[in-house]
């Protein structure tokens, strides 16, 4: 069972560029979201969709946008990327009243 | 109060003990509670679910809620060396006809067992 896929696992970006993480699901769960973790802290969530065509803010959402096309595909775009944006990125899905399952994490280092 | 509380570690056991890790939410209209695993460079792992008031064991681990103090804990029993991990407290919570949808995290416990 592949659950939650993330790519790429790292990568090195250069100020003022801009990416797109990957996030995949096999388990056709509603619910699916990006969160952020920096060094000794939780996780932060930056986006989350309950369903296909439906996203919505999370806590610390800006620099990031995001799209839900299909059920299993939520790619989180970093525009202009700013050294702040140095981070572990997890991306998560879950159904109702269920448990999220995480993918692998993207270690992403804006230089 | 922040909406999902854990209380700051790091907290250090010997091999053997138990372990308490306790978590609070603001949320009192959430319905299901979660406890993750993270061992470090790795990705949160779920180690319990519990949705009703009292006690639920899983093997060394027993989760214990009570909504009315709006409180969640983990213990851990006979704790190991490789229990040694930051322990996340997680609470969905907002609303809507399909349920809750977000999901917040506490800061985590980082939980060391001395040998």
């Known amino acids: 069972n592949a659950g939650v896929t993330q790519t790429p696992k790292f990568h090195i970006l250069k100020i003022g560029q801009s990416m797109t993480l990957q996030c995949t699901q096999d388990m056709n769960h509603n619910y699916m979201y990006w969160y952020r973790q920096d060094p000794g802290m939780g996780l932060k969530l930056i986006y989350y969709s309950v369903g296909a065509g439906i996203t919505d803010k999370g806590e610390v959402p800006n620099g990031y946008n995001v799209s839900r096309s299909t059920t299993e595909d939520f790619p989180l775009r970093l525009e202009l990327a700013a050294p702040s944006q140095t981070s572990v990125y997890f991306c998560?899905?879950?159904?109702?009243?269920?448990?999220?399952?995480f993918g692998q994490g993207t270690r992403l280092t804006v230089v | 109060q922040k909406e999902v509380e854990q209380n700051s570690g790091p907290l250090s056991v010997p091999e053997g003990a138990i372990a308490s890790l306790n978590c609070t939410y603001s949320d009192r209209g959430s319905q299901s509670f979660f406890w993750y695993r993270q061992y470090s460079g790795k990705s949160p792992e779920l180690i319990m679910s519990i949705y009703s008031n009292g006690d639920k064991e899983d093997g060394r681990f027993t989760a214990q809620l009570n909504k009315a103090s709006q409180y969640v804990s983990l213990l851990i029993r006979d704790s190991q060396p490789s229990d040694s991990a930051t322990y996340l407290c997680a609470v969905p919570r907002g609303y809507s006809g399909a349920g809750s949808y977000q999901l917040t995290f506490g800061k985590g416990t980082k939980l060391s067992v001395i040998p």
């Open positions: 998560a899905s879950r159904d109702t009243g269920m448990e999220a399952f």
